[in-house]
């Protein structure tokens, strides 16, 4: 494509992210400010091989790591990527091994269809772990847009991983839908987090690199899915006698759900750098502290291949998860 036609393109294509950018957000995995926050811990706590191009990309990677959902505000059909709905029948009991992990054998066993209907977080990630994986190698021979790269999928690879780490993205009762309790999802992940993140203890593990990416998306739902039960009696617990969800029914919520929220906001911090780290070690550790500034051109190439190879127009769906 001729440079002309590229910078019209990226007007056009930039235009709609700007318009969702502007528009008031429904909640989302985690919650904008506990992923960014997720986010940001996670870049403390990298290594200093990896400290001064992260240092240098930080206020994109913090902001980027939400692209995933903004995609779904724009009418992509990326849903099914944000969650592994365990419990459903097909899949057995725990921990569910009827499910396979190698995605072919998976889609032969179960079809697309069903797939996309339980979600497809674990290869979803795997697939983001190998972008970013490939971008640190380009950062080694100075490829073309190889920092805006990096930068990009470790930013959107992380919000895949830390989906995993928010239990009632591992269950088939998600929303509380079938035990009356509608709504739990967000007053889980969004709510608690912005009422009272400042009475947060979250003191996350040592950070180990992370080997096999869909192996640890899975492992990261499966932790997940055995704190759904206690997050749901949990929230019966603290609405008991009560007609609203007022100041009241929160403050006991968070009183019960508190070591699993802080718990789970670790992990994720832990994995998410765990993530980064690993992915440039499989890359052969290129040197990056000499890697270039992002400029503004490099970033929307890499959002538009991104967003292209990401996400298909959607399909008829359940609607996004919130």
């Known amino acids: 494509m001729s440079r002309p036609s590229r910078v019209v393109l990226r007007v056009v294509l930039a235009a709609p992210l700007l318009l969702l950018l502007a528009s008031p957000a429904p ?3 985690w919650g904008t400010s506990a992923h960014r926050h997720i986010m940001a811990r996670a870049l403390d706590a990298l290594p200093p091989e990896l400290k001064p191009f ?3 990309v930080r206020d994109e990677v913090v902001m980027r790591v939400v692209d995933p959902d903004l995609w779904r505000n724009a009418g992509w059909e990326d849903d099914p990527n944000h969650f592994l709905d365990f419990g459903v029948p097909e899949f057995g009991p725990y921990p569910f ?7 072919g054998a998976a889609i032969e066993k179960f079809g697309m269809a069903t797939l996309k209907r339980d979600g497809l977080l674990p290869w979803r990630f795997a697939e983001e772990f190998g972008n970013l994986r490939r971008g640190f190698e380009g950062l080694a021979h ?3 847009f190889s920092a805006a790269n990096a930068a990009l999928f470790a930013a959107v690879a992380s919000h895949y991983l830390q989906d995993a780490h928010q239990p009632l993205h591992a269950t088939n009762n998600f929303d509380g ?3 009356g309790q509608r709504g739990v999802h967000a007053r889980f992940e969004s709510a608690l987090f912005e009422r009272f993140h400042e009475r947060l203890t ?3 593990p040592p950070v180990v690199p992370l080997g096999n990416a869909r192996d640890a998306a899975f492992d990261a739902l499966l932790e997940s899915y055995r704190l759904v039960q206690p997050l749901l009696d949990a929230d019966k617990a603290a609405m008991a006698g009560r007609s609203a969800y007022d100041d009241e029914y929160f403050e006991r919520f968070f009183e019960k759900v508190k070591p699993i929220l802080e718990r789970r906001l670790a992990d994720s911090i832990a994995a998410t750098a765990a993530m980064i780290v690993g992915a440039w070690e499989q890359a052969g550790k290129p040197v990056l502290t000499r890697a270039g500034r992002v400029r503004p051109a490099d970033a929307e190439s890499g959002s538009r291949r991104a967003a292209r190879n990401s996400s298909r127009p959607a399909a008829e769906s359940r609607g996004p998860r919130a």
């Open 54 to 56: 992260f240092d240098r």
């Open 27 to 29: 909640a989302r995995a």
């Open 142 to 144: 100075q490829a073309p």
């Open 177 to 179: 839908q079938l035990t």
């Open 97 to 103: 091994t009827a499910l396979p992990r190698e995605y």
């Open 202 to 204: 979250v003191t996350p």
